[in-house]
Each structure stands twice: as structure tokens, then as C-alpha cells.
């Protein structure tokens, strides 16, 4: 019995030290089972959840249907004859006839290239002048002096075109100011409204007026954005303040320079249609006559629709072209794009 009972004494240590060498099986907390498909959120119970919320989307989807995507459906008369009175979608099937009239049109590609310059000129002058602007802004240290400063700078955007173009008309006129000081200087009256080389200067110089300062309000956004911290770290480091700029500052907006340059390359054939209308006239179409008051003229002025859709067709897709283009080189080069 003795011998037995030492076996059986043998056998359960040396099971119990196989046990204490195995290995522990982990106490962290099991992964829960996804929850079975019956129970996911489906849209209706989240519209049904958050139905004040979804409600605020319905004005903006209803002026987008009425006014962005139910007028596309009238492009097709860029390939139809149409005539007042008639069909809204045309009555006869025409093909590319009115595409290759305005191909061989001399007067569209002068606006044609009119919109090419002055869209040029914009996007060039204008749009790194706001990034300046609002890195002065930020360089201020009188909060005081920079309140007046932003206001000043944003009070032109708030102006009617109308009060603009007028107030140009009155400084550039043979009797304004601009040449009131000129004459004060010794200099001869210039009429700048009357010589088309004039005009490029003209428009750009009332847009820079006009937009920077307003411009300068997502930039001053994203400043506020960029981490103390990394400017101290720079100034530990011997940086000056234009080196902050140029390694802190700058990358830290380099996503909003990005999506707002994207924008405005899509928009770059779409120039100040109400202001050129409001500031040109005859004597200027050489250089102020651009696609979309070559437009209002031949479609509105000339009841010429199909003539004027098919154009409008052709500066449309060359703005998709541009904004898909850039945004594709954005996302390859810099890694920031809109989608």
C-alpha cells in the first residue's frame, strides 16, 4: 500500500508541474462578436434618429436640382436647332454644326484667348497675394492694430460690383483722380477706358482691391491651426522668424494653399463676367472681351441659344479638364487633393 500510494504521490507532482510549466492563456478580454446583420444601423433608422439634422440638407439638395443639375438637360440644343417658341429641346437634330462654327469664328478664340489672359493674370497675381497678406496678418502683435487692419482689408468684398465698377470708372476716367495726379505731376491725361491695353491692368488691380483681403480669412483659419510647439522648437533651433515662416508656417497651410488653388484652376475660365460687362465697351473688346460676354451677347442680345450653349459646352469641359487635371497632379506630387 505504502508503494502505491508514493506512485500515485509521483505521478500527481509530476503532473501538477506539467500544468504550472504550460502556458497561461491570456487574460485580456475577448474581442466581442460583430454584431449579426439584423442589427446594424440601416439608413431609414438613422434618418429616422437624426430626422432634424438630415431636414436641414433639403433647401440646399432642391436648389442644386433646380438650379445646377435640371438645367444641364438643355445642353442638348448645342446639338439641336433651336427656336423661340418652340421645342425647349430643340426641334431639328443639327450634330456639330454650331461647334464648328464657333471653331471657325474669329471672334471667339479673341475671347477665347482674352479669357486665357486674364484668367492667367488672376490666378498668378491674385492668388498668392491673400497667403502674404494673411502671414503679415499673423506677424502682428497689437491684436488691436490687426482687428482694423483685417476690417479695412475686408470691407471691398462686401461692396455691390456695381459700386466697384463704378468707382473704377470715376478713378480712371479723362477728369478722375488717377489722372488728376498724373496732370499734378506734369504728366498728360491718359483715357484708360478707351485704350484696350489698359484694361488687363485695370481688372486685375480691381480684383486684387476687391478679393485679397477677403482671401486672407481661411489662411488666417489654418494659421491658427499649426502647433506652438514647433516654433519654439525652430527658435531652440537659431531659426529667424522668415525661417519659421518658410519651414513652419508655410507647410502647416500647404493643404488649404492646395484645395483653394485646385478651385480656382477649375474656375479659371469662368472670369468676372458682371464686372468685364460692367467695365468694358467697344473700344475695349480687343482685350476685354472674354468667352462669357461673348456669350451674353450672341445668346442673350442675339436670341442665338444653340450657337451660345454649344460654346458654353466647350468652356464647361475645359474647366473639368483643368480641376481633374490638378487635382490629379496635387494628389501624385503633394499628397493633398479634393478627393
Request: proline share 6%.
Amino acid at each position: 500500500m505504502s508503494v502505491n500510494s508514493n506512485l500515485v504521490v509521483a505521478e500527481a507532482v509530476e503532473l501538477r508541474s506539467e500544468v504550472d510549466e504550460a502556458p497561461q492563456p491570456s487574460r485580456r478580454r475577448r474581442k466581442q462578436p460583430a454584431r449579426p446583420p439584423g442589427t446594424r444601423t440601416t439608413w431609414r433608422k438613422a434618418l429616422k434618429k437624426d430626422w432634424r439634422l438630415y431636414s436641414l440638407l433639403v433647401l440646399p439638395i432642391v436648389f442644386l436640382l433646380i438650379f445646377r443639375y435640371i438645367p444641364m438637360a438643355g445642353n442638348v440644343i448645342a446639338f439641336r436647332r433651336f427656336r423661340p417658341g418652340g421645342s425647349m429641346f430643340g426641334d431639328e437634330w443639327v450634330g456639330l454644326r454650331y461647334v464648328e462654327l464657333f471653331i471657325n469664328d474669329p471672334t471667339f478664340w479673341r475671347a477665347f484667348w482674352n479669357t486665357l489672359i486674364l484668367g492667367g493674370l488672376t490666378l498668378v497675381i491674385v492668388f498668392p497675394l491673400p497667403i502674404v497678406l494673411a502671414l503679415m496678418f499673423n506677424e502682428l502683435r497689437s491684436r488691436r492694430f490687426k482687428r482694423v487692419a483685417q476690417s479695412i482689408s475686408y470691407l471691398p468684398h462686401f461692396m455691390s460690383i456695381v459700386i466697384v465698377a463704378g468707382m473704377v470708372l470715376q478713378l480712371t476716367a479723362l477728369k478722375g483722380s488717377i489722372n488728376q495726379t498724373i496732370e499734378f505731376f506734369g504728366g498728360e491725361a491718359i483715357p484708360f477706358m478707351q485704350l484696350p491695353q489698359w484694361f488687363p491692368t485695370i481688372y486685375v488691380g480691381s480684383e486684387i482691391w476687391q478679393t485679397v483681403g477677403w482671401g486672407t480669412i481661411l489662411y488666417l483659419a489654418a494659421l491658427t491651426t499649426i502647433d506652438p510647439q514647433l516654433y519654439e522648437a525652430a527658435r531652440i533651433d537659431g531659426a529667424n522668424r522668415w525661417r519659421q515662416i518658410w519651414h513652419v508656417t508655410l507647410p502647416g497651410i500647404r493643404p488649404t494653399m492646395i484645395v483653394l488653388l485646385i478651385l480656382n484652376i477649375g474656375t479659371f475660365m469662368a472670369v468676372g463676367f458682371e464686372k468685364i460687362l460692367l467695365l468694358y465697351n467697344p473700344l475695349l473688346y480687343p482685350t476685354a472681351d472674354v468667352i462669357s460676354t461673348y456669350l451674353y451677347r450672341v445668346g442673350i442680345i442675339s436670341s442665338n441659344f444653340s450657337y451660345a450653349t454649344a460654346i458654353g459646352l466647350f468652356e464647361s469641359l475645359i474647366g473639368l479638364a483643368l480641376i481633374l487635371t490638378a487635382n490629379a497632379i496635387s494628389r501624385r506630387t503633394v499628397g493633398t487633393s479634393l478627393w
